[in-house]
């Protein structure tokens, strides 16, 4: 390698320590870990009019640690399941994080995978990606219903509200008689229609509770005759019949 001996002036030598420490300041601005040429390297690259060598030593460090290299960790699998991880703990933190309820299994999966596939071609990175990224998304999910359980959201405790109302509904209907009953029937039917359409109950279990009480008190199913000597027997039932006993004590 030949050698060159260069004899400069004082002021030269000062402009160009002074360009050297310029070019110092504002690649440390950039990156504090930058690592910083010597003052010969830089004017070798200053006599060649190529400044490209200085920092070739600085993107390998940039490239082997830093924010890139994390990056590219994580993507690598060096730091595993980074999403999963995130959409795990987010329950013990309060957060939530969920799918439709009417999605199967399949079309959940299927859901997951475009998500992912959306992701990574914003992000502009590799297929390969994809697959993992959409398994991990998959574990994290939860249905809204089982979210809204543990979380007790206003919607779960509203339906927890109607389900037990429409038990004690339920039980009225067996423990009464005559037009009691027929009205504590009125008020189970309006509870399951709102269950119903809450999704507390499903139309077919509405229909074996309804089936059940018709099996055992088929005659409030039929309707009373509503006329003036109907609703005089009524009243003097609830005249002369005494209440039941915990009635009577509350």
């Given at each position: 390698m030949g050698h060159i001996t260069l004899t400069l002036k004082d002021e030269?030598?000062?402009?160009?320590?002074?360009?050297?420490?310029?070019?110092l300041r504002v690649s440390l601005k950039l990156d504090p870990q930058f690592l910083t040429p010597s003052f010969e390297d830089f004017l070798r690259a200053k006599l060649l009019d190529n400044m490209t060598p200085l920092t070739e030593q600085?993107?390998?460090?940039?490239?082997?640690?830093?924010?890139?290299a994390w990056a590219k960790r994580t993507l690598d699998k060096e730091f595993p399941e980074v999403v999963s991880i995130l959409?795990?703990?987010?329950g013990e933190f309060g957060f939530g994080f969920a799918s439709r309820p009417e999605w199967t299994p399949d079309e959940r999966a299927k859901q997951c995978r475009e998500w992912a596939a959306a992701i990574v071609s914003e992000a502009d990175a590799g297929e390969a990606l994809i697959d993992p990224l959409a398994a991990q998304i998959q574990s994290g999910v939860q249905d809204i219903q089982m979210l809204e359980e543990s979380m007790q959201t206003p919607a779960w405790r509203l339906a927890e509200s109607v389900r037990q109302r429409v038990y004690e509904?339920?039980?009225?209907?067996?423990q009464a008689s005559?037009?009691?009953a027929r009205e504590r029937l009125g008020e189970l039917r309006g509870l399951l229609r709102l269950a119903i359409a809450h999704g507390t109950f499903q139309k077919q279990e509405a229909q074996q509770i309804m089936e059940y009480l018709r099996l055992l008190k088929p005659e409030i199913f039929v309707e009373e005759p509503d006329d003036v000597f109907t609703r005089l027997a009524a009243w003097l039932r609830n005249f002369f019949v005494p209440p039941p006993k915990n009635q009577a004590r509350g």
């Open positions: 030269t030598l000062a402009s160009l320590r002074k360009d050297f420490d310029a070019f600085a993107v390998q460090r940039l490239l082997q640690g830093g924010q890139y959409l795990r703990q987010a509904a339920k039980i009225g209907c067996e005559g037009s009691l």
